[in-house]
């Protein structure tokens, strides 16, 4: 009778458990986006990523027609360190910067570039003691 009771109690703390971590997991994910996690998104548009950094998620959102990505890094880079590195990258690779703020002093730093009518933002600061990284894709 004890062994069972003592199972019963396992099995209830399992159970629990797993209903806490799959909670946990779950996001809110609005109408016509898809979410995925520590990866892109299915479709996410061909764009550079820093070897130091890493996905921490990205999402696709499709309204009317128009469709937007976002993509969220981290990485222990500096703000700025990651700034230059998406400006010289996409220069490289025939984008135009349209609009920067890229100072040193500043911590909270983004720019914004275009190519073949196709737009970009990304945005870099430090959260927590790491910089946080995203790249937006507009609706259009």
């Known amino acids: 009778m004890t062994k069972k009771i003592i199972l019963f109690f396992v099995f209830i703390s399992l159970v629990v458990t797993a209903l806490i971590v799959t909670q946990r997991n779950k996001t809110r994910v609005e109408p016509g986006m898809t979410q995925a996690k520590g990866r892109l998104v299915d479709g996410f548009p061909t764009f550079p990523q820093s070897s130091a950094s890493t996905i921490e998620n990205s999402y696709k959102k499709e309204d009317q027609g128009n469709m937007g ?4 890094y981290s990485t222990e880079q ?4 990651v700034m230059i590195w998406y400006k010289q990258k996409l220069i490289s690779m025939g984008w ?4 920067e703020a890229i100072d040193k002093m500043v911590n909270d730093l983004y720019l914004s570039a275009e190519r073949n ?6 945005f870099s600061e430090t959260e927590e003691g790491k910089t946080e990284i ?4 507009p609706m259009q």
């Open 134 to 137: 995203t790249v937006e894709f």
């Open 78 to 81: 500096t703000p700025h360190e």
């Open 69 to 72: 990505y976002q993509a969220y």
């Open 96 to 99: 135009t910067i349209t609009d």
């Open 117 to 122: 009518g196709e737009k970009v933002n990304v």
